[in-house]
């Protein structure tokens, strides 16, 4: 296996140590100059490692002082724990997962009619331009910004029934609302990417520039029939992705 990149290297223990706490919140990274000597490398390596930190949401610059460690605290998605039928439908998975950090979690919302367009058409197995419920959420944890979403659900499946609008009903969740019209959810496909945030994710979350993010797309069936589809952006550096697959 090749070995990696030295910047990779040191970006790599630089947040070992801030994941595991020996590098708390607010504390100063070491120098340019240590960071050299201990590793071996020149300044442009360090800069690099440094940056690919900030990146990721985990490290600030101080003009004049240097590089610290940002507050923040990590939410975990729990993919598998989080679409389980637990009985409340009063609750989404978000809260949930906002809950087990200690925060308070929100979203703001906006659902509209529109057409999927071929990309979503084809995560739907619909035509193009067939009618869906296109929502836009942006959630918060103690009134900070720290996901974004855009789901699409068939209107086919959900128009005038009780939760053809995903915020309206009493129901909370894509597993729960299902429930409720009698569509039982039998699986949630994701696939997971990391890139680049856009300059609207940037202002939409509060990042710095040049962050990269998590990106989910994700796809929820009944019956191996989508009931909805979805593309969820995380910042790095303030999510846990947890996958628990059991193994038959």
Do not use: C, N
Not at 139 to 158: G, K, R, V
Not at 168 to 174: C, F, I, T, Y
Request: aromatic share 6%.
């Amino acid at each position: 296996m090749p070995t990696p990149p030295a910047y990779l290297t040191i970006a790599a223990d630089l947040r070992a140590a801030i994941l595991s706490g020996e590098l708390s919140a607010g504390s100063k990274l070491p120098s340019e100059s240590g960071l050299m000597r201990q590793y071996d490398v020149s300044r442009t390596v360090v800069k690099w490692a440094v940056a690919v930190l900030k990146g990721e949401g985990i490290v600030e610059g101080r003009a004049g002082s240097g590089v610290y460690v940002r507050d923040t605290t990590r939410l975990v998605r729990h993919a598998r724990a989080r679409d389980l039928r637990t009985g409340d439908d009063a609750t989404s998975p978000f809260a949930r997962d906002a809950a087990r950090a200690g925060q308070h979690g929100t979203w703001e919302h906006d659902s509209r009619h529109s057409k999927a367009d071929e990309r979503i058409a084809a995560r739907l197995a619909v035509e193009p331009g067939s009618p869906v419920m296109r929502t836009t959420y942006r959630f918060l944890a103690d009134d900070e910004p720290i996901q974004l979403s855009t789901s699409y659900e068939p209107l086919a499946l959900t128009a005038g029934t009780p939760v053809e609008w995903p915020e309206e009903g009493a129901a909370v969740g894509v597993v729960a609302r299902m429930d409720a019209i009698g569509v039982r959810v039998d699986e949630v496909v994701e696939r997971v990417s990391l890139r680049a945030a856009t300059t609207e994710e940037v202002d939409a979350l509060d990042l710095p520039a040049r962050t990269f993010v998590h990106t989910i797309e994700r796809t929820y069936t009944a019956g191996g029939t989508p009931v909805e589809t979805a593309d969820i952006v995380l910042p790095g550096g303030r999510y846990d992705l947890v996958y628990r697959i059991p193994i038959d």
